[in-house]
């Protein structure tokens, strides 16, 4: 296997890099990939002592850098050390600006400027976290999309994922002796949305959760019989109430957390009113 040193650098936070990069190294198996992370590169003085770093530890160099001087010194040192440099964004940027008929207007950062959809995601996390595992069910209905599920089934990773996207989530935790709060049958705002797995993958969860928490793992928590009569109940719950569902047994975070939104979109679209001269089929 070859090792290589990959060498990201960003005039801003380096979020975006980072998941590019990511992104495309799993498409690769067992790639021993060295990363150097480098954001904030905004000045040639600070470029220059990177540089240092990267001529010892020879790599490919991916950046989004914006402005010129700064970018155009980092490709003529790579070019010196005989080192692939790739920016990142450049085709999706000229693309853009072929079709919208403008320049990209060359601000580091600008896609976390402090803007309203800035301040409506803070707005959002904050009310996910206050919301988490079923407290606070007294604001429910100010919330964009409602997880229930049984224990382990990904509600507060998901939520939280959400919340950065700007939704506000609440989450709750659906337990066979203990019905949920009757407001929850009730919502009209939020979007309510089931989350069940499998069985077996239910029980290895929750035994290596009670594994890190160093507890017994031979309790009712993880019984057989009694997960299923859990999934059962959840299940029947979703299904009297009309709310649709998603299996976690398979799905990432983001992937569970992709499926809400588009179910988002879909009741978004049956709520809009129908284009003049046409008629429901």
């Known amino acids: 296997m070859s090792r290589i040193h990959l060498h990201l650098l960003s005039d801003s936070t380096g979020e975006t890099l980072e998941m590019i990069a990511k992104a495309a190294l799993a498409q690769f198996e067992d790639a021993d990939v060295i990363r150097h992370f480098w954001p904030m590169v905004r000045s040639q003085q600070h470029l220059d002592r990177i540089i240092d770093e990267i001529a010892a530890n020879p790599g490919l160099v991916l950046f989004t850098?914006?402005?010129?001087?700064?970018?155009?010194?980092l490709e003529e040192h790579c070019a010196r050390l005989s080192l692939p440099?790739?920016?990142?964004?450049?085709?999706?940027?000229t693309a853009l600006e072929r079709q919208l008929g403008q320049q990209a207007r060359g601000r580091p950062g600008r896609q976390h400027l402090m803007d309203e959809a800035y301040f409506r995601r803070v707005e959002a996390i904050q009310y996910t976290i206050a919301h988490d595992d079923g407290v606070g069910w007294e604001n429910w209905e100010q919330a964009d999309i409602v997880l229930a599920g049984?224990?382990?089934?990904?509600?507060?990773?998901?939520?939280?994922?959400?919340?950065?996207?700007?939704?506000?989530?609440a989450n709750i935790p659906l337990v066979v002796e203990s019905p949920p709060p009757p407001v929850l049958f009730g919502l009209r705002h939020p979007l309510v949305v089931g989350l069940i797995t499998a069985p077996e993958r239910l029980i290895q969860v929750r035994r290596n959760r009670l594994l890190s928490l160093n507890e017994a793992t031979e309790t009712a928590y993880v019984d057989a019989d009694r997960v299923k009569d859990e999934i059962k109940f959840a299940r029947r719950m979703f299904a009297d109430?009309?709310?649709?569902?998603?299996?976690v047994t398979r799905r990432s975070i983001e992937e569970t957390a992709a499926a809400v939104l588009n179910l988002m979109n879909e009741?978004?679209?049956?709520?809009?009113?129908?284009?003049p001269?046409?008629?429901?089929?």
Not at 85 to 93: I, N, Q, R, S, Y
Not at 241 to 247: E, K, M, R, S
Request: proline share 8%; net charge positive; charged share 25%.
């Open 65 to 73: 850098l914006v402005n010129p001087d700064t970018r155009t010194r």
């Open 85 to 93: 440099a790739v920016a990142v964004l450049d085709d999706v940027t």
């Open 150 to 169: 049984v224990s382990r089934t990904s509600k507060t990773p998901t939520s939280i994922y959400l919340a950065n996207r700007g939704y506000k989530v």
């Open 241 to 247: 109430n009309g709310w649709p569902v998603i299996d």
């Open 267 to 275: 009741r978004r679209k049956k709520a809009e009113p129908a284009a």
């Open 277 to 281: 001269g046409t008629r429901p089929i």
